[in-house]
Structures are given as C-alpha cells and as structure tokens.
C-alpha cells in the first residue's frame, strides 16, 4: 500500500470508512495460535462473544472456525471454551509448531 | 456599511467575555470553574437558567473532563466553549493537545493566573506560555474590551475551513477580569450575523456516514500528521488578519497582530503582554514629552507568533527590553525568546528581558520609568548588562 504524504490524509486524521481496521491484518503478532476442535464443540459461541478481535467465523449462527489474519493469538476463545464432558473445543498451540 | 455600536457599559474583563459568548450562543459549554475565571461561568450559568442562551451546560467533575467533554462535544459536531485559568487549564494539559491534535474550534477564555506552587491566585502568564506548544491559537487581551473583542472574533478564526484549530483568548486575572471598566458591547443581531453558522467537518453525529477518530498512529503516519497540524498554523495569521478587518470595517475596532504604540519611529523600545501594556503607554507618553523616543510593542496575537512582522518592527529600534509576565526557568522569558527569534535574521537593536509582576504582583509606572530608563542606557552605550533579571522583586 502506498502511504499517503501530509497533504493527502483526511481531515484531521478522521477515520471515515467505517470498519477499515479490517485491512490491518494483525496475525503476524501472533505466537500462540487457537485450534478448533469440531468434535468437542457444542456450538455455544462463548468464543464468538468473548474474541476482542472478530476474528471467531460463523455461518448460520455456528463456528466455523479462525480469521488467521486477524487473530492476535490471545488465547480468550480457550480460556472460555466450556467444551464437552470436559473436553475442550479450543485449544492453544505454539506457532510454527 | 457604517459602524455599529451599542451604549457604553461599565463591567469587569469577565462579565465582558460572558456577554461576548451569551452572544456567541455555543452549542455545548463544559466548565469546572476556577478563579479567576469563575465569573464568567457565573455568569454564563445564570444565562443558561434563564433561557437565554440554547448552550447545553455540562458541569463536570474536573478540568481535565471540562476539556474531553469540550472535545467530544466538538468532535460530534458542536460549537464548544470553555473557560479556565493556571491549575484548571495544567490540569487540561494532555486534552489541550488533544484538542488540536484533531483539529477541533473549541474556544476557550483563559483568565491568566500564576502556576502553584506557591499557591497563588492572581495574575500573570504562566498558565498561558506554559500551554503555548500545546497547538491552540493564543491572543491576548489589553482591557475587557479587547477580551470581549477577541471572543467574539474567536470562532470566526477557529472555525475557518483553512485553520480549524482550538483558540484561546486571554486576558490578566484580577487586573482585568475583576476590575470594571468601560466599554462597548455589539449588539445581539451584529454578533449572530458576523459569527454566522457553524459547519463542522465530519461530524461524529452524522450518523449515516459513521467514522472514527482517535485511531492510533505510528512512525509511518505520526509526522504527516502533525504536518498538515502545521499548516493549519501557518494559515491562522492571514485569516486573523482578515477577521480582524471585517471586524474593524463593521465594528470600528481596529486590531492588528500586536499593537505598536508610538513605534514607528521609536529608538526606545518595551515589549508587553495585556494589562501591563496600559501603565506603559502613560510612561511612554511621558517620555516622549521629555522627547525620548519610546515606544511599545504589545503582542495579540501570541500563537502563531508573527515573528516577520514583529522583527520588521523592531529591527529600527536601538534597544528593546522584553518584559516577561512569566519565566521559563532555566531559560530567558517566554516573550523574549520570541522576540529574539523574530530579530535572529536582522541587524537588529540590543536585547535584554525583565521578569515582572509575577502571582499578580503590580507593576507600577515607576517600575516602568526603570525599565525604560535603562533601555535608553543600552541604546546610549550598547552595553546589556544582565540579559534576564528580575523586576519588581524585594532584592
């Protein structure tokens, strides 16, 4: 992207397309990286609530799995993750592993 | 188009400014009063009371809230005004830079009072220099005439499409704020048409096109935006300029970017800020009677300083004593570092710098004949013997 000189930004610095954060991809920062396991899933979108970066995909109303390019590998999802009998639906892993 | 004028009315520096902005009509006015500006809070509250203003008030719990509530309300799109003085206006001090950081026309009165510690409640400029990197436009004010004057300019400079940056209009605490004096209002009518609308750029409330402000910016965009900040001020003298005659076409009131008293031809020369700037005209006419040419050079237009237009006018004189209302300790007063620079490119007069009337302490004609007493030395020998010392002090 070709960064804009002084006379080019907007007013003021205003941000004005709502939601452009969504092309600032901030997986790269990631170290930890969460992994989905279907089987343990019970569908109740606590990691889709609770992920500070929107980066938890669903369809009709179910996960569906990571935005690799968005999540910062906090390790939230898994924290929450009740799982089923015990066993987690989110599990955390080292990067590059 | 003739001059319009009202009757003359007798108020303090502070009900003047009220006035100016019960005028001005602000969409949202956010305050944590503080002496000495208080009074105009005072006023203005009764104001809102009373109907007379649409303003919504908003007390708040501190200044530092005053001025984020000021930006919030200014960022939504309103016309925004405050007023403080020394700890209200440090205690704004991340906000200040906020303010202008995103281009906000927020008008603020600053009733100039002396910095804690020690715990002092009167005036001197302080609180003002000290916020003078903090990216607002500063002007400053002689009498209530001129503070009233300058608020009701205040918006139309702010608020300019190519300036959009926060101002401040400053006048002495107590000295003006308190005492009454005589003057002339402009009547309501006047007011609204010269002031006209206010069109904020980008509005948070415009809610069918949402946007943010308040984005974090690093190393790859931080400078340019301070940059275009940058321009913003560069463009604020032409547009002062402007007002100022479309004020003094409509008004009668002429402002410049400072005041040059008997200047023109002046050997003799005293730089001031505000009140001080009356008790040195007097000293000044009456050495001019004893035929020293002196003069005065009174600054109103502080940030952005005009420094070629200043530096033209003093590059004739033979010496010139800054006198400063504030120190930066460790370093010569504010003014003169001003003035310095303004002079730096030009074979200019000898310098030297006063530090006076700080935490309110008057300065008296004869302090005055002092100081010109020895600018006239300096002029006569071209010999600076202290470049920054204090007056008006028990030695």
């Known amino acids: ?97 | 188009m003739g001059v319009t004028t009202t009757k003359i009315v007798a108020v303090t520096g502070n009900q003047a400014v009220a006035e100016a902005l019960r005028q001005l009509n602000p969409d949202v006015m956010p305050a944590y009063p503080i002496t000495p500006s208080t009074g105009i809070m005072e006023s203005f509250t009764s104001f809102v009371s009373n109907g007379k203003v649409d303003t919504e008030m908003i007390l708040v719990e501190s200044e530092h809230s005053a001025m984020s509530a000021g930006i919030g309300a200014s960022a939504a799109g309103g016309r925004v005004a405050t007023a403080t003085s020394a700890q209200g206006l440090a205690l704004m001090w991340e906000m200040l830079h906020i303010a202008s950081g995103y281009r906000l026309p927020i008008l603020m009165a600053l009733v100039n009072r002396a910095l804690s510690a020690p715990l002092n409640i009167h005036g001197d400029h302080s609180d003002g220099m000290g916020s003078r990197d903090t990216g607002w436009i500063q002007l400053y004010s002689e009498n209530a005439q001129e503070a009233y004057d300058n608020t009701i300019m205040a918006y139309r400079i702010a608020e300019h499409k190519d300036v959009r940056l926060p101002i401040m209009v400053c006048q002495d605490g107590f000295i003006t704020s308190h005492s009454i004096e005589s003057m002339q209002y402009i009547p309501d009518g006047d007011v609204k048409k010269f002031v006209g609308e206010y069109l904020a750029i980008d509005p948070l409330l415009d809610i069918d096109n949402p946007k943010s402000i308040g984005a974090l910016v690093l190393t790859d965009y931080y400078m340019e935006h301070k940059r275009a900040q940058h321009e913003a001020m560069l463009n604020v003298k032409k547009v002062v300029q402007d007002v100022s005659a479309e004020f003094a076409k409509l008004f009668g009131r002429k402002y410049e970017l400072f005041e040059s008293y008997r200047l023109e031809d002046a050997e003799v020369v005293l730089v001031a800020l505000n009140s001080a700037a009356g008790t040195i005209k007097d000293e000044v006419d009456r050495y001019r009677e004893k035929g020293v040419k002196a003069g005065l050079l009174k600054p109103r237009m502080f940030r952005p300083f005009p420094y070629e237009e200043v530096g033209a006018a003093l590059r004739n004189a033979k010496a010139v004593c800054v006198m400063d209302r504030a120190d930066s300790f460790g370093g010569y007063g504010p003014m003169f570092m001003e003035i310095a620079s303004a002079l730096y490119p030009h074979k200019g007069p000898f310098l030297f710098n006063k530090i006076y009337g700080l935490g309110g302490r008057d300065l008296m004609p004869l302090d005055v004949d002092k100081v010109i007493d020895e600018t006239i030395e300096v002029a006569k020998t071209g010999k600076v013997k202290m470049v920054k010392e204090y007056i008006t002090v028990r030695n």
Not at chain 1, 8 to 19: C, D
Not at chain 1, 34 to 50: H, V
Not at chain 1, 73 to 81: F, I, L, R, Y
């Open chain 1, 1 to 97: 992207m070709k960064l804009k000189n002084w006379k080019e930004l907007p007013h003021a610095g205003t941000i004005l397309e709502a939601g452009n954060a969504n092309e600032y991809t901030t997986g790269s920062w990631r170290s930890l990286k969460p992994r989905w396991i279907e089987e343990n899933c019970i569908q109740c979108l606590f990691c889709w609530i609770y992920c500070p970066d929107s980066a938890v995909m669903t369809k009709d109303e179910k996960m569906t799995g990571f935005d690799y390019d968005h999540c910062k590998g906090c390790g939230v999802c898994a924290m929450e993750c009740p799982g089923k009998k015990g066993n987690k639906a989110i599990v955390m892993e080292e990067e590059g592993k």
